[in-house]
């Protein structure tokens, strides 16, 4: 009943995941009288003999599959509910959303976008009416349970990979911006679509002074945002876009992973957008791990072994500011993840403009610009790579350069200007020089943005409203014979 994300009776208790609570099980409490709305949630656990194994070896054994959601109201809605939205979820407090408060004329119908039959948009409608991300964010003080969520995604209707999820979740989408189909063809699938987004939004802010979290890092947390995003902007009611407008101007990240993921991985370089995590001032620790993970991955300018980028962390942003993350070879690994939902998400901005005015951070705009055109971004860097001459094995420049015999002298930070690395030496051209411009395929992309990407992206600068051509004020109109 009402399940929260720190404490629920979901599953089972063969891996409780750490917010598994007993007492939160109603299975034997049933019948039962609730004397105020509630929502009473079924999770129908994999079936693994039947269906495979659950995604990761996290999880195998105890996942979901699938979700079966009744609310339970002191009195009818509106029609008896023909036209409202299932309520969301986790709270005590129920919105009854009807179609009379959404702005239909705010949705995309392009003619050069792909719809799909009945048994599609009937597809649809299951897929996200009987899935939930409320159990896959990160609770208020960052803690995440079942490995980025992945246990509680409805198994049998989505990944249970973040990335997978905006991937699927974007495809829909698509398919509901064309015009093959009518309004009223679309309107249940959309439905299920808006309370997939609605859920999130009640899950991140409960209606107290604290708000969970979005969550970010690797590609775990892709795909989340979008779904609020895309709710708030086809409300009426402007309050769920106040309240998510503000998410920009509030990217933590570092401490507790806040995110949201498709913002918190494009920090503002200096010399525009660069990727990677770590959003906030990254500690002297941090900056160690990264230079190790470059010594180690062996893929930098002069290394002298074989390039192995899967060595050490592989999300970590430049502490500098000057190319793209991860520090074993720019571009690889999670950039590549995260940059089919990041392009996806800009697509939905430029097709639905009030998305682009909620989300209102211009960098993820400009980041995807350039990695479309001038792909991976590695040149002007002042910083000199790690020196081929120190050990691979002996360094240990994560603890401030335990055993090393250049680390601090010749590359890494630089012990006289904090906040600074070691500049460039003779011939050196910065850390990796033959990667700039490399072109970057995408993970999880949606194959009716990449397809289409020129005529979605247009000539305009930015994606905001404000920013879209104005109908002239008068109109002449010239007869000819």
Not at 400 to 406: F, I, K, S, T
Request: net charge negative; hydrophobic share 30%.
């Amino acid at each position: 009943m009402n399940p929260q994300l720190e404490a629920m009776g979901l599953l089972d208790s063969s891996d409780t995941y750490g917010n598994y609570v007993a007492s939160e099980n109603i299975r034997g409490k049933l019948p039962a009288t609730y004397s105020k709305a509630v929502s009473l949630v079924a999770a129908t656990e994999r079936n693994e003999s039947a269906h495979g194994e659950c995604g990761t070896k996290q999880i195998v054994g105890n996942c979901a599959d699938v979700y079966n959601v009744v609310t339970v109201l002191t009195a009818p809605p509106k029609n008896n509910g023909a036209y409202t939205l299932r309520p969301n979820i986790d709270d005590d407090v129920k919105d009854l959303i009807t179609f009379d408060d959404i702005d239909f004329s705010r949705l995309p119908s392009k003619s050069y976008l792909q719809g799909t039959d009945a048994d599609g948009l009937e597809a649809i409608r299951q897929r996200w009416s009987h899935s939930t991300e409320v159990l896959s964010v990160r609770g208020y003080d960052g803690s995440l349970y079942s490995e980025g969520g992945r246990a509680f995604r409805a198994s049998l209707l989505v990944p249970d990979y973040g990335g997978g999820v905006a991937k699927v979740w974007h495809d829909d989408l698509m398919k509901l911006f064309s015009s093959d189909n009518t309004l009223e063809e679309k309107k249940p699938a959309l439905a299920a679509m808006l309370v997939y987004g609605k859920d999130l939004f009640h899950a991140m802010y409960d209606g107290s002074t604290r708000t969970r979290n979005w969550g970010s890092g690797a590609g775990q947390s892709l795909g989340k945002f979008p779904t609020a995003v895309f709710f708030a902007a086809m409300m009426k009611d402007t309050f769920y876009a106040d309240v998510l407008s503000k998410t920009s101007t509030t990217l933590l990240g570092y401490d507790d992973l806040r995110g949201p993921h498709e913002l918190d991985q494009v920090n503002i370089g200096k010399n525009g957008p660069i990727w990677g995590d770590y959003p906030d001032d990254m500690s002297e620790t941090d900056i160690g791990a990264y230079w190790a993970s470059a010594l180690k991955s062996q893929c930098f300018d002069g290394a002298t072994g074989s390039c192995n980028p899967n060595v050490g962390k592989k999300t970590s942003r430049d502490p500098y500011g000057y190319i793209d993350g991860p520090p074993n070879n720019p571009g690889t690994s999670y950039m590549s993840v995260s940059l089919g939902p990041m392009r996806s998400m800009v697509a939905t901005m430029f097709l639905l403009p009030k998305m682009c005015d909620i989300v209102n951070y211009q960098p993820l705009v400009e980041y995807v610009d350039r990695v479309h055109k001038d792909g991976i971004k590695a040149s002007d860097d002042p910083c000199a790579p790690p020196d081929p001459r120190e050990s691979v094995s002996g360094c240990d420049a994560y603890r401030g350069g335990d055993g090393c015999r250049y680390y601090g002298v010749t590359w890494g930070p630089d012990p006289s200007n904090p906040g600074m690395c070691i500049t460039n030496g003779a011939g050196q051209n910065g850390r990796f020089p033959d990667r700039d411009g490399d072109r970057l395929n995408p993970g999880y992309p949606s194959s009716q943005v990449e397809d289409n990407w020129e005529r979605i992206r247009g000539s305009q600068p930015t994606c905001l409203s404000a920013n879209l051509p104005m109908p002239p004020n008068t109109i002449n109109v010239q007869q000819t014979n």
